[in-house]
């Protein structure tokens, strides 16, 4: 089974993922300084495979250990969208990341989660919890924290087209076991939350 843990920067991710799952879990990616910036095309080519590197991961934890605990989810798709839905990116680079993911799903490069985590605190309680952790530097904070919001509504709408697959907390002792999903590379159930999303301003 493969589970992916979501929330914004300074919810926990991470401390719960290490203190849960040790043994389990599929690191977030960490920035090099690399990335691409400014052109679409790069950034949705870039991304892609560094999303489907995270996912081959998964599936080589999955198959060693028989679960995979994913620090944010491989697909990633999330991000761009959301950074678009507050007016800090443009939706030109969310509808390039959806052609390109789409076609990594549809090779089964990229695929679905079984289960998503998603835990959304409150603003005040990520910033004692940032304040708290001077291990990590989160410089893009406060915008980060503004995602929560849209957040919610991706992962919404994922919970309207696939039932059963997203969880809205992290769980303190059991965890939900659905087992691994027959819909993990379904274009129908991808191409889905896009009719279930709030349209972009």
Request: positive net charge; contains cysteine.
């Amino acid at each position: 089974m493969i589970v992916v843990v979501e929330g914004p920067s300074a919810a926990g991710k991470t401390t719960w993922c290490r203190r849960r799952f040790p043994d389990h879990v599929v690191d977030e990616y960490q920035p090099t300084g690399s990335e691409p910036v400014g052109d679409p095309a790069a950034q949705a080519s870039y991304w892609s495979e560094v999303n489907a590197g995270r996912w081959v991961a998964a599936l080589g934890r999955e198959q060693e250990t028989g679960l995979a605990v994913c620090d944010s989810d491989p697909l990633k798709l999330h991000y761009s969208w959301c950074l678009a839905a507050i007016g800090e990116g443009p939706a030109a680079r969310f509808r390039a990341e959806a052609v390109a993911v789409r076609a990594a799903v549809a090779e089964k490069r990229l695929g679905l989660a079984d289960l998503v985590l998603v835990t959304l605190p409150p603003l005040p309680v990520l910033r004692r919890q940032r304040d708290g952790d001077p291990s990590r530097r989160r410089r893009h904070f406060d915008l980060h924290a503004r995602l929560s919001e849209p957040l919610r509504q991706w992962y919404r709408a994922w919970a309207t087209v696939s039932p059963g697959r997203v969880v809205w907390h992290l769980p303190a002792t059991e965890l939900p076991r659905p087992g691994k999903r027959s819909d993990r590379y379904d274009l129908a159930v991808f191409d889905g939350l896009f009719d279930a999303l709030p349209r972009l301003p």
